[in-house]
């Protein structure tokens, strides 16, 4: 009887472990009220990047990111604080995704991007835009802004057909791009032009910041000499609005 009773708990603690790359990891409760699920996107830093079995730098490493590698997260949750790879401040998110039912996590101070906003924050602005240029590489780039624009929670930007704002390439004034704005009255008109010949040759992740970067000046956002997307010796290093921008964009939008 008793040999009966420790195979059934034996069989029932093997059922709660998945093998994942040598380790036996235990998937997370997927109803833990702390853990926010919602699906966003980020860029790691330029360092490998570890990824562990849970938000905790004690958890198991079980496997690293490339630096610069894009990954589709499913959620976030809070763990162990650690210093932004960019900034220095502390940071105790924690992003997660799933794979057949296990929780991969990646600390948040080393992934350029952020979750869609709270239920805190709303949308204060929306705008129509069009998508002008016909190089994959710039539409690519300006789709990727768009979405992290959009992940801010406060900026609705809806790509559309002959829209008053205008996303596309040409001559940016002797900046790798330009955009701008104005209003006539409740229109407001506006665009960005990226210059292709002095781009072309640049990665991908330089583009999507320039893209971001521009259409944050359509969003009446000015150049900002802190960690910020509007600061042009940031785009080589981060792809997404900071909390700075988005606190900013909080500040002109709810006027």
Known sequence: MLERILGKLLLFTITLVTLVNGYFVTPTNAQDQSEYRVDFS????????????????SATIIDKLQPNTRVQFSGWTRGTSLNDFWTNAPDN???????NGVKYYVASAFINGNPPATDQDKVLVSYQVTITTNIPALRQAYENAIR????????????????PITLGEGYARGY????????????????????????????AAYLEALATHEIGHVLRLNHRSD???????????ITAPTQNDINELRNIYSR
Do not use: C
Not at 227 to 237: E, K, Q
């Open 42 to 57: 980020g860029v790691s830093a330029s360092i490998p990047v570890n990824i562990r079995t849970g938000p905790t730098t």
């Open 176 to 203: 790798d791009g330009f955009g701008w704005w104005q209003s006539n009255g409740s229109r407001v008109t506006g665009g960005t032009v990226i210059q292709w010949n002095r781009v072309s040759n640049r990665n």
């Open 93 to 99: 998110r924690w992003f997660f995704y799933e794979k």
């Open 227 to 237: 960690h910020s997307i509007m600061n042009n010796s940031w785009l080589t290093r």
């Open 148 to 163: 992290n624009w959009n992940n801010t929670g406060i900026v609705s930007l809806t790509p559309t057909q002959n829209a």
